[in-house]
């Protein structure tokens, strides 16, 4: 089977296009077949990826910039991959002092600050590589067997 690729989105780095960004994600949830719950996750992973770049990649500095999104569907999984050209972040570092909070007594853990641990965690892959000028991350979710 020849990979299915959907129309690709192109939004402004803004939070208003954070509305967008989850319609997009919830119609290739919806074209590969997920459950209700790989869908949800994938929507909340989707959207807090994209909120961490629009609010840390672009807002904080002071730049402006678009998302580029792209959906690849095969036999084994639907992956959606997130561009975009703000500062370099590679979200496993954020995870990894998020990690560290899960680990503390709850009364010494900050109030939010877990949001890249539930996207992450909530997809059966993720990947991040800075290509050029450009960061990327790839977020995978294996389709149910017999689709």
Known sequence: MKPLLMESLTVFGTLSSLGMIA???????????LDKKASYNLRLAVEEIATNIIVYGYQETGREGVLD???????????????DTSEP???????????EQINLPIEQRPIGGLGLYLAI???????????????????????????
């Open 23 to 33: 319609k997009y994600a919830k119609e290739a949830a919806a074209v590969a077949g």
């Open 89 to 99: 972040f590679n979200p496993f570092q954020k995870l990894n002092v998020e990690e």
């Open 121 to 147: 965690h909530g997809v059966d892959k993720f990947f991040y590589e800075r290509i050029g000028d450009r960061n990327r991350n790839i977020l995978v979710v294996n389709l149910p067997t017999g689709v």
């Open 69 to 83: 999104l792209r959906v690849s569907i095969d036999e084994q999984a639907l992956s959606l991959f997130i561009e």
